[in-house]
T-cell receptor, first 111, second 116 residues
Framework: QKEVEQNSGPLSVPEGAIASLNCTYS??????FFWYRQYSGKSPELIMS????GDKEDGRFTAQLNKASQYVSLLIRDSQPSDSATYLC???????????FGSGTRLQVQP | DAGVTQSPTHLIKTRGQHVTLRCSPI?????VSWYQQVLGQGPQFIFQ?????ERGRGNFPDRFSARQFPNYSSELNVNALLLGDSALYLC???WGGGTARSNEQFFGPGTRLTVL
């Protein structure tokens, strides 16, 4: 069973702090990793994709991938109350094209 | 440019009925995937289509079926509805080619199905 594991939270951080969200996956051969943001009652929105080891930065977001440890993370700098949402980690496993999702981490940014 | 569109937005059915959900992908995208999301969980993969051919199927019963049309739009059909089919049904659109970036999937607003 190929799995994606996330801490369900809630992760609570004060406004302006760095939020760190983590995800582990079970298939060492996986090549594609994604972070989606989902507001309550809405559909998931793609915010970051990462395909190689290291860091990828886009505005206040940084995705980090460590394939040896089968670990992917998302850092949100200068967190804002509008960042309060559930963050879903998704992986495309070797030989597949479908996304396998974790159950999501709920982030709360306190004003 | 328009994003992924889905219809209807909400639907209420009773047990045993069937339902058809519709999805139009982003212009130029050739692949459509369907996911089911129940409250508190991540989306679960149901089907993926590319160029009208089924390219993958998740662990769902045969009551679930889908197809993709020449204009790349897609339908998801569910027969003999059960209470447990109540969920948010999501359609995702992607280019569908052979590169990593072509597999980036963009979701529509979803159809919320309630089975009574």
């Amino acid at each position: 069973q190929k799995e994606v594991e996330q801490n369900s939270g809630p992760l609570s951080v004060p406004e302006g702090a760095i939020a760190s969200l983590n995800c582990t996956y079970s298939d060492r051969g996986s090549q594609s990793f994604f972070w989606y943001r989902q507001y309550s009652g809405k559909s998931p929105e793609l915010i970051m994709s990462i395909y190689s080891n290291g860091d990828k930065e886009d505005g206040r977001f940084t995705a980090q991938l460590n394939k040896a440890s089968q670990y992917v993370s998302l850092l949100i700098r200068d967190s804002q109350p509008s960042d309060s949402a559930t963050y879903l980690c998704a992986v495309i496993y070797t030989g597949r094209r479908a996304l396998t999702f974790g159950s999501g981490t709920r982030l709360q940014v306190q004003p | 440019d328009a994003g992924v569109t889905q219809s209807p937005t909400h639907l209420i059915k009773t047990r045993g009925q069937h339902v058809t959900l519709r999805c139009s992908p982003i212009s130029g995208h050739k692949s459509v995937s369907w996911y089911q999301q129940v409250l508190g969980q991540g989306p679960q993969f149901i089907f993926q289509y590319y160029e009208k051919e089924e390219r993958g199927r998740g662990n769902f019963p045969d009551r679930f079926s889908a197809r993709q049309f020449p204009n790349y739009s897609s339908e998801l059909n569910v027969n003999a509805l059960l209470l447990g089919d109540s969920a948010l049904y999501l359609c995702a659109s992607s280019w569908g080619g052979g590169t990593a970036r072509s597999n980036e999937q963009f979701f529509g607003p979803g159809t919320r199905l309630t089975v009574l």
